[in-house]
């Protein structure tokens, strides 16, 4: 078998290649002089160039080069700076709608403004808490929630508490109910203290690391994953080939991983390396809400942004803490920019490695006596992220099919509220420890998927089973077909998932056909989710209009790039999808992106306590038509030892 060749092999044409050290400190120092002294900066993204630019870009000639800069100053507030590396030209833009995402100088600042406010303080007292060195105070963001004694434009979040026994003990297990301090960041001071009564902290600590447990199974024998002659991929830089696969991949502030230029590329009969066929010219998370359907004060107003607000790409974990990743391993260093302006790297941020996936294939022929098995096995490129007390991972995986995957897997430690005996309320926050309640709320993400495939114009189709009706066509009643309707407006494309009619959506390119004549197709085949279960007048539905539907479908547009707009951070609402389709524009035989919301509505259980399990949610794109047969019957069958 031919090994793939990489898209832009050993060339500086590598348009997503992420930023360099170097370069985020050059965009900073020519932003600087625009803006005031005590600016904080909150992320630097790559500028993508233009699609017919990287088009038409010479292999074997430089790429534009150019960075964006958010950040906050405490005088003129929000502020988006874009540089030209190679020509050394900034422009500044200040941000009224919407504000810059939350960054170390907010954390700090609601530490430290509510542990010395004497309300607080006073509050803390009645609850026998003098001493507070130990009280782990955790800012919220508070769009759509506002206090009214906060100014129009004012930087603003909330902080709640908890009390740690030490300085490494769970402080998520001990929460102190009833008690939210409003801090108006631009101010510098706690504008209200919420209190509505002291409630018992709950007795247990949570503890989980390996440190504190008393003891550990005996009888889990080791599973090593070894690959003697190495890996099957091809790592160049950031771009990868894989068993016919082709990208490159990075990091975004909001969309965190990236994947750039997905195509597949086939072998000629000779076994040479042929046509490379574009699947995805960009695939990645565009944002999400996390909201909150507890009636109880302490979460009524929560529906955090974790991507936008928090800018999740910047907070990605360094893997060399730890990953599930088994057997040869290559890791991608991701490079962010400091609250200060100093650039940093995130060490092993993404992570790529290849695992056997089981049974690609199987069967046994009853007249001849003979089988025929071929294994499986997929790519993984993965990040995790820490986004206050979750962990999120996004997974994708490639298949020796053709099959394109993400999957979403959420863990961590729960949202919690102390009740004491009597006053849980199991339908909004079921009993999870004694002592300690867990709000049900939902985990919506949004993923933009800009399809280019095989380099053309694009339209999608809704497919669904559809029984007949009782008839000379179908006597007996058994009859369903898989029926097929164009969707040809933004308008007529928002829909939602339909898992009793096998409802899936197909992208389908008319100008290229297969040997049996008909248009190659990717069928997108969503996993059950739930949609935004929020009021439609509530401020969350407002801000997070892309919850609402799991389908949306636009024509290209550089402008829209994240579901909810691009700076969600007290923003007040309208932004993003809902905004976009309301033009109801043509999407038939278009430049496509696709839109979908996939999620999990988490009702907490004894069993999510103290450190949860994971939990999954995702989608899957399945080739349809795209290749003249299986793609797989070239697998060379496994080594018996």
């Known amino acids: ?7 832009a092999p050993t060339t500086s044409a590598r348009p997503f290649e992420p930023l360099s050290i170097s370069e985020i400190e050059a965009a900073v120092a020519l932003v600087r002089p625009h803006v005031a002294d005590t600016a904080s900066f909150a992320s630097v993204a790559l500028v993508e160039p233009d699609k017919a630019l990287v088009a038409s870009l010479d292999v074997t000639g430089p790429c534009p080069r150019a960075a964006l800069i958010t950040g906050f100053d405490q005088g003129s507030g929000t502020f988006a700076a874009e540089v030209d590396l190679i020509a050394k030209t900034v422009s500044v833009e200040s941000i ?7 960054h170390w100088p907010d954390v700090e600042k609601v530490v430290r403004l509510t542990k010395a406010d004497p309300d607080w303080q006073a509050a803390m007292a009645k609850r026998g808490i003098t001493t507070f060195e130990l009280v782990q105070i955790d800012p919220w963001p508070t769009g759509g929630y506002i206090h009214p004694d906060v100014p129009e434009g004012h930087r603003v979040m909330r902080a709640i508490s908890f009390l740690r026994t030490d300085k490494t003990d769970n402080g998520y297990a001990r929460p102190i109910q009833g008690l939210i301090a409003h801090v108006d960041l631009t101010a510098d001071k706690v504008v209200h203290v919420e209190d509505t009564g002291v409630v018992a902290i709950p007795p247990e600590a949570g503890r989980y690391d390996a440190e504190h447990q008393t003891s550990f199974r005996t009888d889990l024998k080791p599973i090593e994953i070894t ?9 160049d830089g950031y771009n990868v080939a894989w068993q016919g696969w082709e990208f490159s991949v990075s990091m975004h502030p909001t969309h965190g991983l990236i994947l750039h230029q997905l195509g597949y590329r086939q072998q000629s009969e000779d076994g040479a390396a042929g046509e490379l066929r574009n699947i995805l010219y960009r695939a990645s998370l565009s944002d999400m809400v996390v909201p909150y359907g507890d009636t109880n004060h302490m979460h009524a107003w929560k529906h955090v942004f974790d991507a936008s607000e928090a800018a999740i790409g910047t907070i990605a974990n360094a893997l060399k803490l730890g990953c599930d990743c088994l057997g040869e391993i290559h890791y991608f260093d991701i490079n962010v920019v400091n609250w200060d302006g100093k650039a940093r790297t ?7 490695h290849e695992e056997d996936y089981g049974i690609l294939w199987k069967h046994r022929d009853g007249q001849s006596q003979t089988q025929e098995v071929r294994r499986q096995r997929r790519l993984v490129i993965s990040s995790m992220h820490t986004v206050g007390n979750y962990e999120y991972g996004f997974f994708w995986y490639l298949y020796l099919d053709g099959t394109i995957q993400m999957e979403v897997k959420l863990t961590g430690i729960v949202g919690v509220s102390a009740v004491e005996d009597g006053g849980e309320d199991p339908e909004f926050a079921p009993l999870i420890a004694p002592g300690l309640a867990s709000p049900v709320h939902q985990h919506l993400f949004c993923f933009r998927l800009d399809f280019d495939l095989d380099g053309g114009a694009n339209r999608i189709y809704e497919v669904e089973a559809e029984p007949l009706p009782m008839g000379d066509n179908n006597p007996h009643g058994t009859a369903f077909r898989a029926k097929a309707s164009l969707l040809p407006t933004e308008g007529q494309a928002i829909r939602d998932n339909n898992t009793a009619r096998s409802r899936s959506w197909k992208v389908v390119n008319q100008a290229r056909t297969n040997r049996m004549g008909k248009p190659v197709a990717f069928k997108f085949l969503p996993n059950p989710s739930p949609t935004l279960l929020a009021h439609e007048d509530s401020p969350v539905a407002k801000r997070a209009g892309f919850a609402k539907h799991n389908l949306w479908v636009t024509p290209y547009d550089p402008a829209e790039m994240s579901a909810a707009g691009e700076f969600t951070n007290l923003h007040p609402g309208g932004d993003g999808l809902p905004r976009w389709t309301a033009a109801n524009r043509d999407i038939v035989d278009q430049d496509l992106v696709v839109w979908h919301t996939v999620g999990v509505t988490h009702v907490p259980r004894p069993e999510d306590w103290p450190v949860m399990p994971v939990e999954y949610c995702g989608f899957m794109l399945q080739p349809v038509g795209f290749f ?5 019957l070239d697998v060379p069958p496994s080594k018996h030892g």
């Not at 078998?1 to 898209?7: G, I, K, P, Q, W």
């Not at 003249?628 to 797989?632: D, M, S, V």
């Open 1 to 7: 078998m031919a090994v793939s060749t990489l898209y």
């Open 96 to 102: 009224s709608d919407g504000g810059a995402p939350i």
């Open 227 to 235: 690959q003697p002659e190495g890996p099957s991929y091809i790592v």
């Open 346 to 352: 995130i060490p092993n941020a993404i992570c790529l």
């Open 628 to 632: 003249e047969r299986n793609p797989t």
